[in-house]
């Protein structure tokens, strides 16, 4: 035992003082004074000092934070010799959930009590399941931009902060808006209300309740619907029945389904208005690539918790979706998930960190325009049919038969004899230097992962005038529809660099069985693959959407849609960039002739609502969730989608580059002319490796291609995330469901602190 005295007072074992502070990490915090041995365990610590305090009070959720080594000490059975913990130790006693404002990616606040102990990665994944987000390991947390002093001071207009910092979840399982009360009938015919999942199978459901209810193997349980209730000839008053009430059962005293909560998560499910235009050209937006590369220098590391990251209670951290790799979004179970989805991709246009086309912008409008309505009016416009219930049921039984039944044997022959190929003319383009030549006509064989082109149709069984395999290309779109320009841009890894070829087709059909096939040959797929045909309906769906509606600016659309009440066209397109960074792709200026944007807006807004309008006729039919949707998609279509960029300087250079990291390869980019140097596919990737010491990232690919550099506008430890990141997401499989491998995800992820 510690602290053994002589008749003197003076100390004869081997104990000595700790001093541990109460509260958070504050210099003038209350201390307490321990007297404790080298063999004394935390958890005895931890008694020790609540019973030092004297203060009746829940203290389950604090634990002790070591300062100088930051690190939180969790380990109850661990000694104090075994942290290597001693008197000049700084020591705070504090809970591990603190309260932080979570920037949301529709920008609206949300403050809320987030893990400072665990893992970033568990933390993110505790409050997606607060948020009714599934697959959390698609999001991250990053710092806010810090603010800039401002000569002129301005009154920023009061924003409103939703407040979910006392709701604590009932073992873990509640979603926010997915619960509703239901009264069960148990086997000994007590009633009992409680709020029960309706957005989860029952199977689920029921496992759920039974863990609330202390009911070992829920398997064996299910519900079934009450017998209707006959009608008597003559009235009698039933008695009253005691219902057991449990549907207000969550700590903290606040409970699920009143009006502050159900606030929130009609915020979170529902698209947002337009932003103010004054609110949004104030707003600061990328104007190079270089700009671009800061945002990505703030993502906090997955692998350590907020505390180790010098998080404090109260900071503003943004929540977004870090890796561009969607799984299985479905709309009936995802409506948070779909909504923030949607704002991401919305205020990514609106702030111009992706860049698009005129015509893609106005499709972009068009849609943004109609999910507002749709939002605002309340009507989901979700289209009638039969019981949805009943569709997931017959989905499920056609799977299983085709399991079963498997296909014919001639539809195999026929896969494994006939190789899809593509062969028309199509008008050829190579860049080269001190040439002037422009496209000339050629017949294209497109097999495999191949495209060769010949001279004529005639000379096509004999050698190609050039044969190029696209696996690892960059296939970039170059289309005007209403010009009749449907260009596709090939960016083919050579030896020397990136081979530049462009191809352009005669027509929409054309252009959508063409591109879809590169963009199975870029990722080493084949035409033979299942989701050509569906490549090739999203191209034209897209095409579709930027195809005008009358033909020319004079026919304005007519009819309930015309009407361009509540249409104010600056909240639905970039803004004009200040002067001297005009002429950026995706701002206003180019959406007003090519001139630069008047100081009053009205005669730019007359020129831009009737083509909002216009489009709009191509997208009035939509729901709401269809809206999204086809926003989403047309996103993902745009070629710089799902690019993060970091400065870096590659091994042997002199000066640096732009590294973009997509889902699926690696980009070098020149900084000075924004081209692509180079592409490499991590299906071709060996290892990579990280030297912490010198901050450098080696990585090696088939064919003994090494590729090594430093970070220069990040940490490595941040790309070195993303790499592992889209590792680990490309091992997803549907059957497994929502379960995750957080030890696999710190693996790929984390530094060598993580193991």
């Known amino acids: 035992m510690a602290g053994m005295k002589t008749a003197s007072g003076d100390y004869i074992d081997s104990s000595w003082e700790l001093r541990v502070f109460v509260g958070e990490e504050d210099p003038e915090a209350e201390s307490v004074?321990?007297?404790?041995?080298?063999?004394?365990?935390?958890?005895?610590?931890?008694?020790?000092?609540?019973?030092?305090?004297?203060?009746?009070?829940?203290?389950?959720?604090?634990?002790?934070?070591?300062?100088?080594?930051?690190?939180?000490?969790?380990?109850?059975?661990?000694?104090?010799?075994?942290?290597?913990?001693?008197?000049?130790?700084?020591?705070?006693?504090?809970?591990?959930?603190?309260?932080?404002?979570?920037?949301?990616?529709?920008?609206?606040?949300?403050?809320?009590?987030?893990?400072?102990?665990?893992?970033?990665?568990?933390?993110?994944?505790?409050?997606?399941?607060?948020?009714?987000?599934?697959?959390?390991?698609?999001?991250?947390?990053?710092?806010?931009?810090?603010?800039?002093?401002?000569?002129?001071?301005?009154?920023?207009?009061?924003?409103?902060v939703y407040d979910l910092s006392k709701v604590v979840l009932a073992g873990g399982e509640q979603r926010l808006g997915l619960h509703r009360p239901v009264i069960?009938?148990?086997?000994?015919?007590?009633?009992?209300?409680?709020?029960?999942?309706?957005?989860?199978?029952?199977?689920?459901?029921?496992?759920?309740?039974?863990?609330?209810?202390?009911?070992?193997?829920?398997?064996?349980?299910?519900?079934?619907?009450?017998?209707?209730?006959?009608?008597?000839?003559?009235?009698?008053?039933?008695p009253e029945e005691e219902v057991y009430d449990l549907s207000k059962v969550v700590l903290a005293g606040r409970a699920w389904g009143c009006a502050q909560t159900e606030a929130c998560y009609h915020m979170l499910s529902r698209p947002q208005p337009p932003p103010d235009p004054l609110l949004l050209q104030r707003l600061p937006r990328p104007s190079s690539l270089l700009d671009k590369t800061q945002l990505h220098s703030r993502w906090l590391d997955s692998s350590r918790c907020l505390m180790q990251q010098g998080i404090k209670a109260g900071d503003?951290?943004?929540?977004r979706f870090k890796y561009y790799s969607f799984f299985d979004l479905d709309p009936k179970t995802d409506p948070v998930r779909l909504t923030q989805l949607y704002e991401q991709a919305r205020w990514d246009l609106l702030l111009e960190e992706i860049d698009c086309t005129e015509e893609e912008m106005m499709v972009f409008a068009a849609l943004q325009y109609h999910v507002n309505k749709l939002s605002q009016s309340g009507e989901v416009g979700e289209p009638a049919g039969p019981d949805p219930g009943l569709d997931d049921l017959d989905a499920a039984l056609s799977d299983l038969q085709v399991k079963l039944e498997g296909s014919a044997p001639t539809d195999v022959l026929d896969s494994l004899t006939a190789i899809p190929e593509l062969k028309d003319h199509l008008r050829i383009f190579r860049p080269r230097k001190l040439t002037l030549k422009g496209y000339r006509q050629h017949w294209v064989v497109f097999k495999d992962t191949t495209l060769s082109y010949y001279k004529s149709q005639d000379e096509a069984p004999g050698d190609p005038i050039q044969q190029l395999n696209l696996k690892g290309c960059e296939v970039v779109p170059d289309v005007n529809v209403s010009g009749q320009k449907f260009c596709i841009k090939l960016l083919v890894p050579s030896p020397e660099g990136m081979s530049e070829l462009y191809l352009r087709c005669q027509d929409e059909q054309q252009y959508a069985h063409w591109m879809a096939g590169c963009r199975l040959a870029s990722k080493g797929r084949t035409m033979a693959d299942s989701s050509y045909a569906s490549e090739v309906q999203a191209i034209l769906a897209f095409l579709s959407l930027q195809r005008t509606g009358g033909g020319g600016s004079g026919n304005h659309p007519q009819g309930p849609d015309a009407s361009a009440e509540g249409l104010n066209p600056y909240g639905l397109v970039a803004p004009p960039l200040p002067p001297g960074q005009a002429g950026q792709a995706g701002s206003l200026r180019a959406f007003v002739g090519g001139e630069e944007a008047p100081a009053s807006p009205h005669s730019t807004t007359l020129q831009l609502t009737p083509r909002i309008l216009e489009a709009h006729q191509n997208v009035a039919q939509l729901s709401l969730t269809e809206a999204q949707l086809r926003f989403i998609q047309a996103w993902q279509s745009l070629p710089d989608f799902g690019i993060s960029y970091f400065m870096v300087r590659f091994k042997g250079s002199r000066k640096d580059e732009i590294l973009g990291i997509a889902n699926n390869r690696l980009i070098r980019i020149d900084l000075t002319v924004g081209d692509v140097v180079k592409t490499w596919r991590?299906?071709?990737?060996?290892?990579?490796?990280?030297?912490?010491?010198?901050?450098?990232?080696?990585?090696?690919?088939?064919?003994?291609?090494?590729?090594?550099?430093?970070?220069?506008?990040?940490?490595?430890?941040?790309?070195?995330?993303?790499?592992?990141?889209?590792?680990?997401?490309?091992?997803?499989?549907?059957?497994?469901?929502?379960?995750?491998?957080?030890?696999?995800?710190?693996?790929?992820?984390?530094?060598?602190?993580?193991?």
Not at 84 to 109: E, K, S, T, Y
Not at 184 to 206: E, G, H, T
């Open 33 to 160: 004074t321990l007297r404790v041995t080298g063999e004394s365990h935390i958890g005895g610590v931890l008694l020790k000092i609540v019973e030092e305090i004297n203060r009746k009070q829940d203290w389950s959720d604090h634990a002790i934070w070591w300062e100088q080594k930051k690190q939180w000490l969790l380990q109850t059975h661990w000694t104090l010799d075994k942290y290597g913990i001693l008197a000049d130790a700084r020591l705070f006693f504090g809970p591990q959930h603190r309260p932080v404002i979570l920037r949301l990616p529709n920008r609206r606040a949300l403050r809320l009590r987030a893990s400072f102990s665990k893992p970033l990665f568990q933390a993110v994944a505790a409050i997606c399941r607060l948020l009714s987000i599934r697959h959390p390991e698609e999001l991250s947390l990053l710092r806010a931009p810090e603010k800039k002093e401002k000569k002129r001071k301005e009154k920023e207009p009061e924003e409103e």
């Open 184 to 238: 069960l009938r148990l086997p000994n015919r007590r009633a009992l209300r409680l709020r029960a999942s309706f957005s989860k199978p029952l199977f689920q459901a029921v496992a759920a309740i039974c863990r609330l209810l202390s009911i070992r193997h829920p398997e064996e349980l299910s519900l079934l619907r009450a017998p209707e209730k006959k009608e008597k000839k003559r009235k009698e008053k039933e």
């Open 316 to 319: 503003v951290l943004w929540l």
């Open 682 to 755: 991590f299906s071709n990737m060996r290892q990579w490796n990280v030297n912490w010491d010198i901050r450098q990232v080696a990585i090696e690919f088939d064919e003994h291609i090494n590729v090594a550099f430093s970070c220069v506008s990040a940490s490595c430890r941040i790309v070195h995330e993303y790499i592992g990141g889209y590792i680990f997401l490309s091992t997803r499989e549907r059957a497994r469901g929502e379960e995750l491998d957080e030890d696999l995800f710190l693996q790929l992820t984390g530094g060598h602190e993580a193991f």
